[in-house]
């Protein structure tokens, strides 16, 4: 790649800082393959910048070897963006340790806040709904607000906050439930929202891609005979839009900073 002057005129920069987007990552597929999908739609909405993903566990690449690689086409910022509904564990530790490997490679890298919680993250849980065959905010369903959970208090106060928002929509309640970390079990709010007199009952996934836990979660809505379950939110446009808001957020500060200095 040649390189030409990056926002901030550094003769080093091939353009604009880079997005890094760093999943999880699993050991099923169909998670990366979703998170490619997430990628694709927002080079879409952004022809011209560059965009990588990086995963913290078992998918590669890794987020070192990402970053050596920005390094070594010229980038010399990038914008980390956790693809993380919560600011939990991986948020507050994983992904930052990861990213001091960019220190050794005269790599800025601003990390952004992770993606949730946003009304943008709703808008996508409704769509999935839709595609389940749930209309938003149908008065006749209670929802289950289904995620993996997390030892992080704030994160699960932080879906609370989702659920009590999204109950002002319509529905006739919203609970949260815990797919690894935490209760009630999914089965459990099903059965609650049923005994506190919602018609009908959907499960919506606050996953990001499928694998393990949103299996866990299907199968305990299945056997709990909800009456809807949705799937997981990364290849859907509101995801796409919400990371290039992160990206954008994260290199205005980059900027404003620099022109305080220069």
């Given amino acids: 790649?040649?390189?030409?002057?990056?926002?901030?005129?550094?003769?080093?920069?091939?353009?604009?800082?880079?997005?890094?987007?760093?999943?999880?990552?699993?050991?099923?597929?169909?998670?990366?393959?979703?998170?490619?999908?997430?990628?694709?739609?927002?080079?879409?909405?952004?022809?011209?910048?560059?965009?990588?993903?990086?995963?913290?566990?078992?998918?590669?690449?890794?987020?070192?070897?990402?970053?050596?690689?920005?390094?070594?086409?010229?980038?010399?910022?990038?914008?980390?963006?956790?693809?993380?509904?919560?600011?939990?564990?991986?948020?507050?530790?994983?992904?930052?340790?990861?990213?001091?490997?960019?220190?050794?490679?005269?790599?800025?890298?601003?990390?952004?806040?992770?993606?949730?919680?946003?009304?943008?993250?709703?808008?996508?849980?409704?769509?999935?709904?839709?595609?389940a065959g749930v209309a938003a905010g149908d008065p006749r369903y209670g929802i289950v607000l289904a995620s993996a959970g997390s030892t992080d208090a704030a994160a699960n106060a932080a879906l609370t906050g989702v659920a009590r928002t999204w109950r002002r929509t319509g529905w006739a309640a919203v609970a949260t439930a815990y797919a690894a970390s935490g209760s009630p079990s999914v089965a459990d709010a099903v059965a609650a929202l049923r005994r506190g007199g919602a018609e009908r009952v959907a499960v919506a996934s606050y996953l990001l891609a499928p694998g393990f836990l949103p299996d866990r979660i299907a199968a305990q809505a299945a056997a709990a005979e909800a009456d809807a379950t949705s799937t997981t939110l990364a290849d859907t446009p509101e995801l796409a839009a919400l990371v290039l808001r992160r990206h954008e957020a994260a290199t205005a500060r980059t900027a404003a900073a620099a022109r305080r200095t220069a």
């Fill in 1 to 131: 790649m040649n390189p030409t002057f990056g926002t901030h005129g550094d003769p080093g920069s091939p353009g604009p800082p880079a997005l890094l987007a760093i999943a999880h990552g699993s050991r099923d597929p169909r998670h990366a393959e979703a998170v490619g999908a997430l990628a694709a739609r927002v080079r879409a909405l952004r022809p011209g910048l560059r965009v990588e993903v990086a995963y913290l566990d078992h998918c590669g690449p890794r987020v070192p070897d990402a970053l050596a690689a920005l390094a070594a086409d010229g980038f010399r910022e990038a914008a980390a963006v956790p693809l993380l509904l919560s600011s939990a564990y991986h948020a507050k530790h994983d992904v930052p340790a990861m990213l001091a490997a960019g220190r050794q490679l005269r790599l800025e890298v601003r990390q952004t806040p992770a993606l949730g919680p946003h009304p943008l993250l709703v808008t996508a849980m409704e769509r999935r709904l839709a595609d």
